[in-house]
T-cell receptor, first 111, second 116 residues
Framework: SQTIHQWPATLVQPVGSPLSLECTVE??????LYWYRQAAGRGLQLLFY??????ISSEVPQNLSASRPQDRQFILSSKKLLLSDSGFYLC??????????FGNGTRLTVT | KQEVTQIPAALSVPEGENLVLNCSFTDSAIYNLQWFRQDPGKGLTSLLL?????REQTSGRLNASLDKSSGRSTLYIAASQPGDSATYLC???????????????FGQGTELSVKP
């Protein structure tokens, strides 16, 4: 069966520090991969999605970046965090007409 | 640009009631539409997926319909229970390159509270 792992579960980082969130999928190949952010009391905002290795689509201008170094690995990064980067970050995978499967999320607090 | 809207933003009902959650989208060129449930502080759980060629999908007490031409979907919950309390989100999977899906755009969600 397919599983998705996302870590860490919570993270507190000072403004200006770097960020690296990792997401890996097991039990499938060539999945579509997604990073979403959910601010408090709001819906999910699509940040990046990838339909293959090295293929990253950015949806929102920001100081975040994403990379897909391997087929089932998706990394969200920042060189210098801003206060506004605080939120709940969710990784997800899907393919074709299968439902989207989400990780448990990372709650990031930038202080 | 695809926009997804969910109405109402919040809903409180007594246990046992049947209820309908609404979702509308602006661009009918979709690959599929999905409904999710989110419990506080948790990730999302997939409930139902309706392909663009389908009209409805059912799972237990849940029934989701899709009217692509009018840009609307509804999620019907029968005989609601306190355990149904959660935020319900709909998401539209846009048609991408080679007519495959890829980008999912979410609505803001409906926060449901079922009172015992």
């Amino acid at each position: 069966s397919q599983t998705i792992h996302q870590w860490p579960a919570t993270l507190v980082q000072p403004v200006g520090s770097p960020l690296s969130l990792e997401c890996t999928v097991e039990g499938t190949s060539n999945p579509n991969l997604y990073w979403y952010r959910q601010a408090a009391g709001r819906g999910l905002q699509l940040l990046f999605y990838s339909v293959g290795i090295g293929q990253i689509s950015s949806e929102v201008p920001q100081n975040l970046s994403a990379s897909r170094p391997q087929d089932r690995q998706f990394i969200l990064s920042s060189k210098k965090l801003l206060l506004s980067d605080s939120g709940f970050y969710l990784c997800a995978w899907g393919r074709g007409n299968s439902p989207l499967h989400f990780g448990n999320g990372t709650r990031l607090t930038v202080t | 640009k695809q926009e997804v809207t969910q109405i109402p933003a919040a809903l409180s009902v007594p246990e046992g009631e049947n209820l309908v959650l609404n979702c509308s989208f602006t661009d009918s060129a979709i690959y599929n539409l999905q409904w999710f449930r989110q419990d506080p502080g948790k990730g999302l759980t997939s409930l139902l997926l309706i392909q663009s060629s389908q009209r409805e999908q059912t799972s237990g007490r849940l029934n989701a319909s899709l009217d692509k031409s009018s840009g609307r979907s509804t999620l019907y919950i029968a005989a609601s229970q306190p355990g149904d309390s959660a935020t319900y989100l709909c998401a539209v999977n846009e048609l991408g390159v080679y007519n495959q899906g890829g980008k999912l755009i979410f609505g803001q969600g409906t926060e449901l509270s079922v009172k015992p």
